[in-house]
Structures are given as C-alpha cells and as structure tokens.
C-alpha cells in the first residue's frame, strides 16, 4: 500500500485554538494495487467551501 499525506499550508483553527495536522485537519490518500493496472483508493479529504469544490450527496 502507498501512502500519502498532504499537510495544509494555512494554519488552521478552531475557537481560536490553533488545530496541528495530527488533529486531522490534512489529506491523506492511500493506493493499494489489486492487480490488471487498477488499484483502490481511500482517503480523507479537507476542503475549504471556498476553495471550489460544490457540496453534493454521495451517488
């Protein structure tokens, strides 16, 4: 499995409380290969609403 984690460049706060990426406020993403050139992939993404991604319910 490979993975990756992606801190933010902004620092981030809550109630006036700074938040370290090991609060879980960065992007991680894992690539396990399955075979046939394919793999899965999971992660945990965290996004401001500004930064342009639309808010959707999952398909």
């Not at 938040?19 to 965290?46: C, H, M, S, W």
């Amino acid at each position: 499995m490979y993975k990756f984690s992606f801190a933010r460049k902004e620092t981030v706060t809550s109630h006036h409380r700074v938040l370290l990426p090991a609060a879980g406020v960065n992007t991680a993403l894992n690539f396990q290969p399955v075979g046939g050139g394919k793999a899965a992939i999971n992660g945990d993404f965290e996004y401001y609403r500004r930064e342009g991604m639309l808010d959707r319910a999952p398909a």
